[in-house]
């Protein structure tokens, strides 16, 4: 006499079976997907305080944004001088490029100033994770830091990195 064959109802029968099929069915396509999403995408990156006047960085920011914003808020007062800060460090004010020059060079992320043509072939294209520059070779550049812009406003005297 022939034994009766399992069927695939009686495979799922019993506490052990049932949860084995749990467990398969959690990681399932759609139990893995959610995994993948977990790993596929970085989290969101926290924005910088801004107080109207000064940047303060999040404390998860690495340590390069926390030099950049400190050397941001150092500069942010001093007046647009065209050609400021490509002959001195310390200048009494800055053009565009100077102030990112000046910046980046305090962070440690520039070996001397660049103009806006400089800067045009300085880094990787497209977006940074924490840092992107806005480059417009011979006329203007600026920067983003976790979103928030620094820049130098215009060509009037007085109207310094903001």
């Known amino acids: 006499m022939q034994a009766d064959k399992p069927t695939f109802d009686d495979d799922l029968n019993g506490p052990r079976k ?32 801004f107080d109207g006047s000064r940047a303060f960085p999040h404390q998860s920011h690495p340590q390069v944004v926390h030099a950049v914003v400190h050397y941001c808020n150092e500069i942010q ?28 060079y305090r962070a440690g992320l520039l070996l001397g100033p660049l103009n806006s043509r400089g800067f045009a072939h300085y880094g990787k294209n497209g977006p940074g994770r924490y840092i992107s520059l806005f480059v417009k070779p011979g006329i203007h550049v600026f920067m983003s830091v976790c979103g928030l812009r620094f820049d130098t406003t215009g060509g009037r005297e007085a109207e310094g990195p903001a």
Not at 91 to 101: K, L, T, V
Request: hydrophobic fraction near 40%; charge should be neutral; charged fraction near 15%.
């Open 18 to 49: 049932r949860r084995q099929w749990i467990k398969w069915a959690s990681a399932s396509t759609l139990g893995l997907s959610g995994i993948a999403s977990y790993w596929m995408y970085e989290p969101a990156i926290p924005p910088l305080f």
């Open 77 to 104: 007062d001093k007046p647009y001088l065209w050609g400021g800060g490509h002959r001195q460090l310390f200048d009494e004010g800055y053009d565009c490029s100077g102030a990112i020059s000046h910046v980046l």
